[in-house]
């Protein structure tokens, strides 16, 4: 069967691109694997062209305009496949390679370095985790342990992070807990009840490693065994945050909250082009993939070149008890499973308002099935506030325009937490990447009455751990072009002596700015004292006004970096936690800053320190920054059963890229277009009883106390 052309060279792999590949990875697994086997398909995912092919195709597609894009050349069009063999004694992993130039083609098979390891997948957690439940080992230590009869045990499969720089055979641990409503509510929150164990599962034929006993107290090492009878778990308590169970335990949800609706009555203002948006001067490709997730790629403004491609490169979540077995609990969401592969199903009027265009994500199952998630990411605008305003105060006329954005999201679940990645392309040219996290703390068992200095204790024997999330974006840029230069910029006072000033900072109020290009692949550090701006420009080009060279501005956001001692294992395996800002040469494939294969690894999985170790030229060269920030999480109660959102947000802004306000020709906001209303003072404290009989016959009830103003009495 011929595969159809895609419409453009980064689309995501179609369904029909997938199972063509499916089935020649296996017919080649059938020509080579004669005893007893099953395949085991892990991932799959788009290899994008070479950039010296697909930057002067993106430049033809533009000039070929809509209608004329179809005579274009077909650029090569592969994939990557991760997959196991499952035998009787061993299991084998691959990356194999597929052409889709009209038939899908097996062109390379790489087996994966042994000393690294693959990462989980869902099919996995899942066969892992019944394995467990079931095993008769796990069931003794259960049984010991005499948990309440209402209970039921839930297995949480975790990463297993690392013990030290030894290479280990691939696990799976879990965090295990009580669901105290026996099972009958699936959605209570289990984390409200853990238990002090950590089994550990082999990855590959899902046997029992061990089972490790996790510290009880607050400090030390001692652990349930310790104990002289059994733990309280009758303390525990249920603390929920489904709306069912919430309103089941008493607590009433909020009456006052009216309904709020964004109304778009022509319709959103951008379109799509296959997978090509345009959006007021914006336009740029949005792909997407099981690792990264949203890719947004050819990144333009008004036709002028601004990024080669934007995404989320990585994440670290390092937690901070250094009692075994907590040591190891270290997470790669994004390396470690993916972010395609979490990606939730986005859901109308819940994660997006406004009229929202959903894209889906075609993947597949373990045994090569179609599979995939609809609604994976959602398009949509929306008002930021105020984009500029100005009043000249001699006539009192205002000038004000609000700033639209277009928003490019998704929301990631892994396990316990939740993260929501979300772009947004505003009117004056700037791109910002807004990132929160929510969902549930991961828990460990504390005796209650306990106190810990590694954690804060949020529900009766119920400890969170102080932990860290990094992330790492990677930014290719091609400000007017492809070879850009990144200058470091801090503004600094100029020198004065107060006894003897000198003749150009006479009273003593002058400053500078510094200007230190980067001239070579290395890691720079973010500085608010110094107002420290890296600014990504283009040396070729000269703003008319200005003088200066075109730029983008990224102001580092100045988190705190890795907590953890340098000669930790945790410090070594988090290659983009040393510094705010790297810049590195560009090379096609080098795209994970903490390395293809994070799952496990120990310090030797060849990301960022590897690329900045090459010590490339990086001044006037096609060049890739990165940008790791995040938050320390030291958590509170208020942050359990479910953590409100912790919002983060860096931009990239033109900076002597245009010669005005690019946001000048916004047109005013006005009542005519915006069509407000004025708030209605009028309360209905006087009729929540129903007295006043608007509710029974089903109309909007505006009543002040004692009066309804629908039929003049109660």
């Not at 305003?389 to 205002?398: E, I, S, V």
């Not at 949020?458 to 930014?475: D, E, K, Y």
């Not at 496990?600 to 060849?606: I, L, R, W």
């Not at 409100?644 to 002597?656: A, G, I, L, R």
Request: with cysteine.
């Amino acid at each position: 069967m011929s595969l159809p052309a895609p419409a453009h060279p980064l689309d995501p792999l179609s369904p029909a691109e997938i199972a063509a590949a499916v089935v020649a990875v296996k017919a080649r697994v059938d020509e080579t694997e004669k005893g007893e086997h099953r395949t085991w398909f892990k991932s799959i995912q788009l290899v994008e062209p070479p950039k010296k092919l697909l930057a002067p195709w993106l430049d033809q597609w533009h000039a070929a305009g809509r209608g004329h894009r179809n005579i274009l050349p077909r650029l090569p069009r592969r994939a990557v496949v991760l997959m196991g063999i499952k035998r009787p004694h061993s299991t084998t992993w691959n990356e194999i390679f597929i052409t889709l130039d009209g038939k899908a083609k097996v062109a390379e098979v790489i087996p994966t370095p042994t000393h690294l390891h693959v990462p989980p997948d869902m099919a996995e957690m899942v066969a892992a985790e019944e394995a467990l439940l079931a095993h008769p080992e796990f069931q003794r230590v259960l049984e010991k342990m005499q948990l309440p009869p209402h209970a039921r045990v839930v297995a949480d499969g975790w990463i297993y992070g690392a013990d030290s720089t030894e290479q280990s055979k691939r696990h799976t641990p879990f965090m295990v807990y009580l669901n105290l409503t026996n099972g009958e509510h699936e959605d209570s929150c289990h984390y409200s009840a853990p238990l002090p164990i950590v089994p550990v599962m082999n990855s590959d034929d899902f046997s029992l490693v061990r089972i490790d006993y996790c510290p009880i107290f607050g400090t030390g090492e001692k652990t349930i065994l310790d104990l002289d009878g059994p733990f309280p778990w009758h303390l525990y308590t249920t603390n929920e945050y489904d709306a069912s169970l919430v309103e089941a335990s008493g607590v009433a949800l909020r009456d006052d909250v009216k309904p709020y609706r964004v109304i778009q009555p022509e319709g959103a203002s951008f379109k799509m082009e296959g997978r090509v948006i345009n959006w007021q001067k914006w336009s740029f490709h949005i792909g997407f993939n099981y690792r990264e997730g949203p890719v947004l790629s050819d990144i333009r403004y008004d036709g002028r070149k601004v990024f080669y491609r934007l995404s989320v490169s990585d994440m670290t979540v390092p937690y901070s008890d250094p009692r075994a077995p907590f040591h190891r609990k270290q997470a790669f969401d994004l390396g470690d499973i993916g972010a395609g592969l979490t990606a939730n199903s986005l859901q109308l009027g819940c994660d997006c308002l406004g009229e929202i265009l959903y894209l889906d994500f075609d993947h597949f199952g373990v045994n090569g099935q179609p599979e995939g998630v609809k609604g994976a990411v959602c398009v949509h605008e929306q008002d930021e506030g105020l984009g500029w305003k100005h009043t000249n105060f001699r006539t009192n006329k205002p000038s004000v325009v609000r700033n639209r954005v277009l928003v490019i999201q998704t929301i990631i679940t892994v396990a316990n937490y939740e993260y929501i990645f979300a772009w947004k392309f505003d009117q004056a040219a700037a791109v910002h990447l807004e990132t929160r996290a929510t969902g549930i703390l991961s828990t460990a068992a504390i005796l209650p009455g306990e106190v810990s200095p590694y954690g804060n204790v949020v529900s009766p024997g119920c400890l969170a751990t102080n932990h860290q999330h990094l992330f790492s974006v990677r930014i290719d840029p091609a400000v007017d072009g492809h070879n850009n230069t990144v200058v470091q910029e801090d503004s600094v006072p100029m020198p004065f002596d107060k006894k003897n000033p000198p003749e150009n900072n006479k009273w003593g109020v002058g400053y500078t700015v510094e200007k230190t290009p980067v001239v070579r692949s290395g890691g720079f550090d973010a500085a608010p004292e110094k107002n420290r701006v890296f600014k990504i420009t283009n040396p070729s080009k000269i703003n008319p006004i200005s003088g200066k060279p075109v730029s983008y501005k990224l102001v580092p956001t100045p988190s705190q970096l890795m907590v953890a001692h340098p000669d930790s294992i945790q410090y070594a395996r988090a290659e983009f936690g040393e510094h705010h800002i790297y810049v590195t040469k560009y090379q096609d494939g080098e795209l994970y800053a903490g390395g293809k294969w994070t799952n496990q690894s120990n310090g030797n999985a060849e990301g960022m320190r590897s690329f900045i170790g090459r010590n490339d030229k990086t001044e006037n060269e096609d060049i890739v920054v990165w940008h790791t920030f995040g938050l320390t999480h030291n958590p509170r109660v208020e942050d359990f059963p479910v953590m409100p959102c912790e919002t983060h947000v860096f931009s990239m802004k033109p900076n002597d890229f245009f010669s005005k306000n690019p946001a000048i020709d916004v047109p005013p906001s006005t009542q005519t277009f915006n069509q407000s209303k004025l708030f209605d003072a009028k309360d209905c404290s006087g009729c929540k009883d129903g007295g006043c009989g608007c509710k029974a016959k089903g109309v909007p009830c505006h009543c002040k106390a004692g009066e309804c103003n629908r039929t003049g009495k109660l």
